[in-house]
């Protein structure tokens, strides 16, 4: 019997069903895109499966208008490849035109996990900023900045937790409930803030009224669906409707989602060749049989294979080279041992360069948080 699964902003277990969840949600499949898309691998392979209003960020690509991408992050742990999901985004939307913005969350992480703010913030510059950088992130039309002071600038300030409070006047204990089930007072002010985070980009005081598209994975709708019903409520300001765009989980090495707190759950981009190396090959969720001449005669499984998903989500952008991998699995030619050693040198490849060009970015730090 299949296993029931779960997706909540703080829990996500089982084996996820996509297409209920598109139900469930209420959330659209990805239309049709126009062709500058397929350069990004997540819109391609399906990776990015749904949607809420995104056709209003492909008009305002396609028209060259102004439009922003919202995003935040959680300043805890290390970052690892299933940050990467994110990341990629974020530079791409960049390369489109897109205003970033980029919200630490450190109230949250004070909130939720007890983390003083001090160790929030230089977890985010060392583990967030500077790979963000190294991947491609430009200074340059992106505004990253903390909860917890969002602006040199007292007038942005104020607007920006002024909303904070408006958007508590247009909702209910009540609400929060059938959203999140039940809810501490810290979750409720983080809750609160993020609303604010995905809308204030529209305030006169930042970019005035733009489309804001909020990628996120989909364990994260309920976050959009509040803010989305409250920004209706209120008339002055009006806003633009958010957009939001919904990717798949990126397994954990052993399979599940990954967690920042079991290093030998994801792959850091700090980690050395021989901590991937041990990593895989003694971690990594296979989907070959239990014996070779079982998996010659009856062939593996890519699609629960986390080596192969690897490959898929970041590591293999070549798609005639992917689906060989994929039917040589399949088919039993290729074995379990074969395909971690092509995952190995694939993110050892990458993760030379990457940890290069990550020394590099220190001198540009400084130039994202001005």
């Known amino acids: ?33 126009p062709k500058f898309f397929n350069e990004n691998i997540f819109f391609r392979r399906g990776i990015i499966f749904a949607h809420r209003d995104f056709n209003r960020i492909i008009e305002a690509i396609e028209r060259k208008k102004k439009f922003v991408m919202m995003t935040g992050l959680m300043p805890s742990g290390k970052f690892h490849i299933g940050h990467m999901i994110l990341a990629k985004q974020i530079i791409f939307y960049q390369s489109l035109g897109a205003r970033v913005y980029i919200t630490i969350a450190d109230l949250e992480t004070y909130h939720a996990r007890g983390q003083s703010l001090e160790e929030s913030k230089k977890t985010a510059v060392e583990e967030y900023i500077l790979n963000y950088a190294a991947l491609g992130l430009k200074p340059q039309n992106c505004d990253i900045y903390f909860q917890s002071e969002r602006s040199k600038e007292g007038k942005r300030d104020n607007a920006y937790y002024r909303l904070q409070n408006l958007l508590a006047k247009h909702t209910t204990f009540n609400e929060f409930k059938a959203v999140y089930g039940e809810i501490s007072p810290g979750k409720m002010i983080s809750v609160l803030l993020q609303a604010s985070d995905m809308l204030h980009p529209q305030l006169p005081e930042f970019e005035n009224k733009v489309p804001v598209v909020v990628p996120v994975g989909v364990d994260q709708d309920p976050h959009i669906r509040l803010a989305r019903d409250i920004s209706q409520r209120i008339k002055n300001p009006r806003f633009i409707q958010l957009s939001s765009t919904y990717h798949k989980f990126i397994p954990g090495l052993k399979g599940g989602k990954m967690s920042s707190s079991d290093p030998m759950s994801f792959i850091a981009l700090t980690d050395s060749a021989k901590e991937v190396e041990m990593k895989i090959k003694k971690y990594a969720f296979s989907g070959g049989r239990a014996t070779i001449e079982e998996h010659r005669k009856r062939g593996g499984n890519p699609e629960i294979d ?60 400084k130039s994202f948080l001005d």
């Open 1 to 33: 019997m299949k296993e029931e699964f779960k997706v909540t902003p703080w829990e996500v277990s089982g084996e996820i069903d996509y297409e209920k969840l598109i139900r469930e949600f209420g959330i659209m499949p990805m239309p049709k895109l």
């Open 306 to 365: 986390v080596c192969f998903q690897y490959l898929k989500f970041f590591f293999e952008p070549d798609d005639d080279k992917l689906e060989k991998i994929y039917n040589d699995y399949k088919t039993g030619k290729m074995l379990t041992w074969e395909l971690k050693e092509i995952t190995i040198g694939k993110i050892n490849n990458f993760l030379k360069e990457h940890q290069r060009k990550r020394e590099e970015a220190r001198k540009k730090i």
